[in-house]
């Protein structure tokens, strides 16, 4: 029932934006080579994805993504975990890793050309400095804001060291962590994007830029549909689903 | 009966649920094997935080806990404590938080430790409950859980830290109940700890009673009322008056305390 109510909500909406967008782009407020009329980017939509432009795009793009932000993910939470529970580790690699998180990750792009080359290697590290240090910060303030109780319940039952990482710490942690990868993963992305878009190597980014340097208006609105409509994916039908999931195991949801 | 547990000139000062400083002075105390142990006191005189102690949770600034003629140091699951807010996980089944502390176990195989946890869980009667999550429990469901938990890793001794005060009167009457038959089927020892006098009369086979800062010891009562107690019983009302009057004092200067402090 209440789903079916989202659902038409979200379908009005869509429509009537799209709708929006066809009155703007009949009133020829500004030429079409600036401003498309949905009808051009439907077209150029359909050609991208029958000529295999596109998928070669999006597959490159998620590769990469998959690379970079699977290693940002794994060594981001490990690092969270240790500087959550190690007042020394808290202190040092904390603290760079919050100065770290304060700089744009495209900022390391100049710097990874020059050790890596042009090469995927450069646009992965790019990747994983934009994801990596959220995902450790949220993992960190997760672990930081559990209920002590969790933790002594598990000592006197005499657990410690690594099974009290791993069976309680962490599962306590998990909703948390989880809004740390759902964070990090939004933060990969635009990181994977602003790589590409510097970057001459198929992908979504560069599809983007071959937009610009073809003047090709309904190309680059196109190819910016599809990085949202990506986007948005992974963040609802993974993230939000397991959030959802361990809300409900615990009790949590509304 | 032999003397299972020794507390020896034990002291500690602690920073208080209220932001106060308490403290415990040379607190001596022998626990008999299979005894009922009660510290009753007024709040902020250190009785959780003796418990705390003896759990290996906190540590003493001075003096020794000695269980079967060896110093402790540190939490271990000889000595468990069951907290007031229960502490169970909500990431496992009722099973599987019952089960937990005896995967540290390592002589023991998934169907003992299946096993075990199932016959404490019968125990406590929530057997069919097994499946089920944390939240899908009562306030008093989840207390059993919590005993279950302690009691299957079979512990020297049970530290139960006012278990039942967040309960509804009717919930807690029937909890009480229900550990006075565990305790005489298991005769394990058990120390535990609560501000109500009447559930300490009920369940104790001596009643501590604390001062407030310094939390000393102030008088042991020793009940030598047989078990199950009637409430009716008049030996139980004069108990009950006898450690009230003497409690009355203290509770009284805790009061004071918390009062001058607020302004």
């Known amino acids: ?21 066809l009155g703007l782009a009949k009133a020829k407020l500004w030429p079409p080579y600036l401003f498309p009329a949905p009808a051009d980017v439907l077209v150029t939509l359909r050609q991208g994805f029958s000529d295999h432009s596109f998928a070669i795009g999006i597959l490159k793009s998620l590769r990469r993504i998959a690379l970079g932000y699977g290693f940002s993910a794994i060594v981001g939470i490990a690092l969270g975990l240790v500087t959550a529970r190690v007042r020394w580790m808290e202190n040092t690699v904390g603290s760079l890793v919050v100065g770290l998180q304060t700089l744009p990750s495209i900022c390391w792009l100049p710097a990874a050309i020059l050790w890596f080359g042009l090469s995927e290697g450069a646009i992965l590290f790019v990747v994983v400095m934009g994801a990596l240090m959220a995902i450790s910060i949220g993992t960190h303030d997760a672990v930081k804001n559990l209920p002590p109780i969790y933790i002594r319940a598990a000592r006197t039952m005499g657990v410690r060291g690594f099974r009290l990482y791993r069976e309680v710490i962490f599962p306590a942690a998990l909703p948390g962590i989880i809004s740390a ?39 680059v609105v196109a190819v910016m549909i599809v990085i949202m409509a990506l986007g948005w994916s992974v963040d609802r039908l993974i993230f939000s689903a397991l959030e959802q999931r361990l809300r409900r195991q615990r009790g949590m949801s509304l | 009966m032999t003397i299972e547990l020794q507390i020896q000139d034990l002291s500690k000062t602690f920073v208080t649920r209220t932001g106060g400083v308490g403290a415990l002075d040379t607190i001596s105390l022998d626990v008999k094997e299979g005894e009922f142990l009660c510290l009753v006191g007024p709040s902020g005189c ?10 290996g949770l906190e540590r003493a600034d001075q003096g020794r806990i000695i269980l079967d003629g060896k110093s402790i140091d540190g939490p271990g699951a000889d000595r468990v404590v069951i907290f007031q807010d229960g ?23 998934k169907q003992d430790r299946r096993e075990r946890a199932e016959y404490f869980l019968k125990l406590v009667h929530l057997d069919k409950f097994e499946d089920a999550y944390i939240h899908e429990l009562s306030g008093g469901m989840r207390q059993r859980v919590a005993i279950a938990r302690g009691l299957v890793l079979e512990p020297r001794i049970l530290l139960m830290d006012e278990p039942f005060a967040a309960l509804d009167t009717q919930t807690r009457d029937l909890l009480v109940e229900e550990l006075r038959g565990i ?4 005769q394990n020892t058990i120390l535990f700890v609560t501000h109500h006098v009447r559930e300490a009369v009920h369940l104790g086979d001596r009643i501590v009673l604390f001062t407030y800062r310094p939390g000393r010891i102030k008088q042991i009562f020793t009940v030598d009322i047989p078990k199950p107690r009637d409430p009716d019983d008049p030996r139980i009302g004069k108990l009950i008056r006898e450690i009230v009057d003497s409690l009355h004092g203290e509770v009284e200067k805790a009061l004071e305390a918390e009062l001058t402090l607020e302004k």
């Open chain 2, 87 to 109: 502490g169970l996980f909500p990431w496992l089944t009722v099973v599987q938080n019952v089960e937990f502390g005896l995967k540290e176990r390592k002589d023991l195989s």
């Open chain 2, 46 to 55: 250190g009785k959780s935080t003796l418990l705390n102690i003896v759990g």
């Open chain 1, 1 to 21: 029932m209440k789903n079916k109510d989202a659902r038409l909500q979200r379908g009005l909406f869509y429509a009537g934006l799209i709708l929006v967008w």
């Open chain 1, 181 to 219: 990868m759902k964070q990090g993963w939004s933060f990969a992305w635009r990181s994977l994007m602003a790589g590409e878009l510097l970057f001459v190597s198929p992908g979504l980014g560069h599809l983007l830029q071959m937009g610009r340097d073809l003047n090709d208006i309904s190309l």
């Open chain 2, 183 to 186: 305790h005489e089927k298991l």
